[in-house]
């Protein structure tokens, strides 16, 4: 009982600090891009056109928001983290503890099946918390044409069914998991082979150097899943009545699948995964004094 509380309580409170970080994610991801290029240098010195970063955004939100106005959506977030977290730890209950003993701890047999049990639970969690995630996108969303549809969580909550129904609630759902599952295999497949074949097993810290070594594999295996982070988020608000979900910052998408191809197609499946040295994105026409760059 003592370890869930503490798992909540953590929880809350990363939610809590990075919200404002995902709140400019986010609308960075829609295509919503307010303010214009700056002149700064890339990795070889040149002079190039680079969006502002995360903290002139947040900056920018702030001034027209106040600083309160960077925690908007923060309440359906909250109990996303909250009963993800619960969720999470209740399916793993039920599942029970590993039953292949720790002499066999480098077998890919004990990896498949560790694995295999924290997928179903991050599923799970996934399922249960994806309304909340959608309430949150839609909350911060509103900010770029000032709309004030999705304030509450009851309200929006009535809303999302009113005009969407059941699967309202469920929109963005499939990349998310396909990225979440595809992400974990990635990740402990690759830690797994780094710990066999790659470290020796006689150093005295191995425990620590597989430790960083899942780290690395798990920042790894999440940007090479993002596509599908960005193209759930971009589905979730797609169509549904914010301007943030409409052109010109959003096109109008069939199915996430022509989301996925289009996003290929102009070159943007990374849009939002970098707050620092932003390139400017496809299709985006700024003011920008060439003569600087000459």
Same mark, same amino acid.
């Given at each position: ?35 214009p290029p700056t002149i700064g240098r890339n990795i070889f010195g040149r002079q190039v056109c680079q ?21 908007? +959506? #923060?309440? /359906? @977030? $909250?109990?996303?983290?909250? %009963? ?73 909550i009535v809303t999302i069914y009113r005009e969407e129904g059941i699967l309202g609630f469920f929109a +963005? #759902?499939? /990349? @998310? $998991?396909?990225?979440?599952? %595809? ?102 026409t700024y003011c920008c004094d060439l003569k600087m760059l000459i």
């Open positions: 009982m003592a370890d869930a509380a503490s798992q909540v309580l953590l929880s809350s409170g990363l939610t809590i600090l990075s919200q404002p970080l995902m709140y400019v994610k986010v609308l960075i991801q829609v295509g919503y891009e307010p303010l969006l502002p970063g995360l903290f002139s955004y947040a900056q920018h939100i702030a001034s027209i928001d106040g600083r309160r106005g960077l925690f908007t +959506g #923060l309440t /359906p @977030r $909250l109990c996303s983290a909250v %009963l993800g977290t619960v969720v999470h730890g209740k399916v793993l209950q039920e599942l029970g503890p590993g039953n292949v003993q720790k002499e066999v701890s480098s077998s890919f047999d004990r990896v498949i099946k560790e694995t295999t049990r924290e997928m179903i639970a991050r599923s799970a969690a996934t399922l249960i918390t994806h309304p909340f995630h959608v309430i949150t996108l839609r909350s911060m969303v509103q900010f770029i044409g000032r709309e004030s549809k999705y304030c509450g969580l009851c309200d929006s +963005g #759902l499939v /990349p @998310r $998991l396909l990225g979440d599952i %595809l992400s974990l295999w990635l990740c402990n497949s690759l830690a797994y082979l780094v710990n066999t074949y790659a470290l020796d097993s006689g150093v005295s810290t191995m425990n620590e150097m597989k430790s960083y070594s899942q780290a690395v594999t798990g920042f790894f295996a999440s940007m090479l899943t993002y596509p599908f982070v960005l193209v759930s988020n971009l589905m979730a608000v797609n169509n549904c009545g914010l301007a943030g979900g409409c052109p010109p910052y959003s096109p109008m998408y069939t199915s996430w699948i022509d989301c996925w191809c289009m996003l290929q197609k102009e070159g943007n499946m990374s849009r939002g995964n970098s707050l620092f040295f932003r390139k400017v994105p496809f299709g985006k």
